[in-house]
């Protein structure tokens, strides 16, 4: 494609390397199963900074030594639905002292389908949970709330 060029039916109407990729088309797993979710944020990490200077330095500002990864909480937002009961009986698993971690891939697609790029979280486990709120006055969907710690960040471009 040309600079400039938009997506025609000639070039098949699909993903360019020239336009961003949509984020609205995305999916998660926890481990092997999948689920559907409205909303995924927060994902992210950032590497915390030791600051430094020894006392014969000749520098003026301090040494920025970085240091050990902190990981953003993940938040996913989904429908509830009749019979739907995937996230309370793990998260209520870990409110009771046993562990229970699932490691958790978040994929976004491109417009077939595709996985363009992943995000793999290792040993996630539910922090908490968020019902919603009930409104006789308001037609909002019920959806609830997950929030979800883990060990360790992966990136893959697919």
Partial sequence: MA???????ENGGLQSEKWPLPAFYFKV???TKKLSFQEVSGLGVQIETQKYRHGNSK???KYLIPSRPTFNAVTLKKGMFIGDDDLFPWFKKNMTGSISTKDVTITLLNEKGEAEMTWQLASAHPSKITFPDFKSESSDVAI???ELEYEDLSFIRN
């Fill in 144 to 146: 609830e709330t997950l």
């Fill in 29 to 31: 797993e926890f481990g």
């Fill in 59 to 61: 520098q003026q500002g």
């Fill in 3 to 9: 600079d400039g060029e938009k997506l025609t039916q």
